[in-house]
Structures are given as C-alpha cells and as structure tokens.
C-alpha cells in the first residue's frame, strides 16, 4: 500500500501494454514474411503506442515527485503521498495521455494516404505515417511538435526540478551515511529515467542526423523494447 509500490505496479502494467502494442506484430511478421498490417489496425497502434508511451512519461514524473517528497519533507511523507493523492496523480495521469493519443490519431484519420503504402518501420510510428501522407500534413506537425513539447517537455522539466531540489537537500545532510541512504531511494528510479529519455532522444536525434529509416527503427527497438523489458530488472534487484 506504500505509493511508490502502486505506482510501480502502474508503471509495469504500462510497460507490458507499450511493449504488447508493437513487438507481438513484430514477430508475426518475422514468422510469417508477411509486413502488412491493415489501415484500421494502423491507426490503433499508433493510439495506444502514443497512450503508453506517454503514460511512461507522466508516471516517472510522479514518481520523481514521490521521490521529493520522500527525502526532502521525509516527517511530512505519509501526509502528503496519501493513497488519495496517489490515485488522483495516476488517474489525471491515464486522462491526459488518452487524450492528447485521441486527439493525434484523429488527426492522423483527417489525412489522405495512397492505396500501398510502405512503412519504413516495423510498427506505424506517427511521424512516419505524417511524413507519408498525401495531403497537406501542415497542422499534424504543429500539433505533434506542439504536443511532444508541451507532454514531453513538461513532465521532463518536473523531473529536473525534482532531482534539483533532492540533490541540494542532500548536499545540506552532515552525516555520509546519511546521504547515502537519500541516494539509493532514488537510485532505481534515476536508472529508468535514464535509460527512457536517453533512448527515446537518441532515436529521433539519430533519425534527424541521419535521415535513415533504417537505423531509426534499429534504434526505436531499444525504447520499445529494452527500456520495459530492463525497467522491472532494475526495480526488481533494488526491492
């Protein structure tokens, strides 16, 4: 019943349904040779890979926020983390993401597309379905660069503030022991912010820098697939 507990089972249940979006359609086509995926089933995956991918975003931010509160109003803790609190932060959490995803993929149906189409990717990314699009794609991109600005930029610059004002609680402690402790509380989750920012920006600075389809998919793998699959790894040595 601890918040960071159900948090982290939100968390995990996230990862398992933004891993579950892509690769089961990976492997099929691996198996079977086969890379078509209809437009329906195009326009789904892209709904709920934007759902959880932002979800990841905004539960590692809470997160931070748990983490904050934990080593910098330690006495104010159980307060404040209250399981209202808690449900009230992963509920608006769930509410903004499938929004902002209902909203991009209404966008996405409002534009025109050729009869084949080929992706180069191995899931329907939204910016390779915009970059495709016959039609005037003007908006789709203010909308998205708009979005992943404000939904990204946002619930990263909360982590930031987050970590600022622990480090400096931390610098503040006499005892070694002391810091250490406040430390390792945040340890696991440092690791897992890591590793998700590091790879979803290497993905799309790779792509801009190289203008390659090719290694951008190469490099998509790593977020939607290595950072879930090593999120419950690093929780789990630290529990």
């Excluded at 609190?85 to 996405?108: D, E, F, G, N, R």
């Excluded at 003007?138 to 946002?154: E, K, P």
Aim: charged share 10%; aromatic share 12%; proline share 3%.
């Amino acid at each position: 019943h601890q918040p960071m507990f159900l948090l982290l089972c939100n968390l995990s249940f996230v990862d398992i349904c933004f891993t579950s979006t892509t690769v089961p359609k990976m492997l099929t086509n691996i198996q079977t040779q086969s890379h078509v995926i209809a437009y329906e089933d195009c326009i789904t995956q892209v709904y709920f890979f934007v759902l959880f991918a932002g979800l990841d975003d905004f539960l590692l931010t809470v997160m931070a926020y748990d983490r904050f509160v934990a080593i910098c109003h330690p006495l104010h803790y159980t307060v404040i983390m209250n399981p209202r609190l808690c449900a009230l932060l992963v509920l608006v959490s769930w509410i903004t993401s499938a929004l902002y995803s209902l909203l991009q993929s209404l966008m996405v149906l409002r534009l025109s597309f050729c009869a084949d189409l080929e992706i180069p990717h191995f899931f329907c990314e939204l910016n390779q379905m915009i970059q495709l699009a016959c039609s005037d794609t003007f908006l789709n991109n203010m909308v998205m660069y708009f979005g992943v600005g404000l939904l990204g930029g946002g619930p990263f610059l909360g982590i930031l503030c987050s970590y600022s004002k622990i480090v400096s609680s931390i610098r503040g402690m006499s005892s070694a022991q002391g810091k250490h402790k406040a430390f390792s509380t945040c340890g696991s989750h440092l690791s897992v912010v890591s590793l998700f920012y590091c790879t979803s920006l290497g993905v799309y600075l790779s792509s801009a820098v190289t203008h390659s389809s090719q290694s951008s998919a190469v490099a998509s793998v790593m977020y939607t697939v290595v950072t879930p699959m090593l999120n419950p790894v690093v929780y789990g040595m630290k529990t």
